[in-house]
């Protein structure tokens, strides 16, 4: 029988303190970080690694049935949580989905401007299998505060139970919702991004060519965190960091057949984003990868074939992080940088003002 459980706050109050300690110290404690590919982990990142390793939670699904998996990763979300940033305005909405009806919350920053104001659509990571408004609630408060740009985070069907493209058709419903019902939302019509982590990132850009192939509302952004978008090829990234850094092989050949459990659906563009004939008159991008993520490689190349097809695209490498660095924020002060970037990246591409109190760090606990 496996020990029982410390409470995930008691948890979280340790990695957060390891995760402080000076880089000699974590050094003295973990020993060396991982050196890889010309990279090399930074040393409160290897915090997390070496503590998911000795606690058992050194892959992002544990390679469980779905629903194990799903309680898996909310107890890991959990652990490295901390109190939630405040906002000015929390709502929860229901959005009338293709297949069911799909929850959503706001997330209004202090700051933020009166209403009309920007706002984005945030699509949850998970590898379309796992993942909640719960797991993704730290990266919304943060970018939120950060930013000062309201977020909008719905809900979708998971697979295996809804394969593909039941994620993607609900991500086209929740964007399309909430164009229609921006003055409802205090939203500003023409300034509504779209955006997501991994699989979540992955969808965010499938609106994109849905929306500019079916002459729908246009995404005024896309802010794309280490999106996942190639189904078929395997990349040298993902051949390089299969295992030891979260995210492992294991944990993407789970989730690709959950999702996509015909192989061929792998080569349909909203699948497979990269795979898209035509990039062309997509919205501008910010796309941010981690030096030790599977996807880098692939999140780069897609990043550079919009620009190639004259899209505006930022692409930022954080060569010292790892896939999930927008889930720890609250612990890693590596992460909170570079979660700081890409909320710039959002203010600045929706002109929202910045908020009086921003900084690197985090924002202060309620």
Not at 129 to 143: I, Q
Not at 203 to 227: E, F, K, S
Not at 238 to 247: A, E, T, V, W
Not at 297 to 312: F, N, Q, S
Request: with cysteine.
């Amino acid at each position: 029988m496996a020990p029982p459980r410390l409470p995930a706050s008691f948890e979280y109050r340790v990695v957060k303190r390891l995760c402080e300690l000076s880089p000699r110290a974590q050094r003295r404690l973990f020993g060396r970080p991982p050196e890889l590919d010309g990279q090399v982990v930074a040393p409160d990142i290897n915090v997390v690694l070496e503590l998911a390793k000795r606690t058992g939670e050194d892959t992002l699904t544990g390679g469980l049935p779905p629903e194990e998996s799903r309680a898996y990763v909310r107890r890991s979300a959990a652990s490295v949580s901390g109190p939630t940033l405040p906002m000015a305005d929390v709502f929860e909405f229901a959005i009338p989905g293709p297949g069911s009806e799909l929850r959503a919350r706001l997330y209004v920053p202090f700051g933020a401007p009166p209403p009309p104001r920007p706002m984005i659509v945030h699509f949850h990571g998970g590898g379309w299998m796992v993942g909640d408004l719960e797991t993704n609630d730290s990266a919304c408060r943060f970018l939120a505060a950060h930013s000062g740009v309201s977020i909008l985070s719905p809900t979708y069907r998971l697979a295996p139970e809804h394969p593909f493209p039941a994620a993607v058709e609900d991500a086209q419903a929740a964007f399309r919702w909430a164009v229609a019902l921006a003055d409802e939302l205090g939203a500003d019509r023409d300034r509504i991004a779209i955006g997501g982590d991994s699989a979540g990132a992955n969808m965010a850009a499938g609106v994109c060519i849905a929306m500019r192939d079916q002459d729908g509302p246009r995404p005024a952004m896309q802010l794309l965190i280490y999106p996942c978008t190639d189904a078929i090829e395997v990349r040298r990234s993902r051949k390089l960091f299969s295992d030891g850094f979260i995210l492992t092989q294991m944990d993407i050949d789970v989730c690709e057949r959950a999702y996509l459990p015909d192989k061929a659906m792998g080569h349909e563009p909203l699948a497979s984003i990269l795979r898209a004939p035509d990039l062309s008159s997509l919205p501008p991008a910010y796309v941010a990868t981690a030096g030790f993520d599977p996807f880098r490689d692939e999140g780069e190349e897609y990043g550079l074939r919009m620009r190639e097809a004259g899209v505006p695209v930022a692409i930022r490498r954080h060569p010292r992080l790892i896939h999930t660095f927008a889930n720890l924020t609250d612990v890693s002060r590596s992460a909170r940088t570079a979660m700081a970037e890409a909320a710039g990246a959002l203010r600045m591409g929706l002109s929202a003002p910045v908020p009086a109190s921003l900084g690197l760090g985090a924002a202060p606990h309620s």
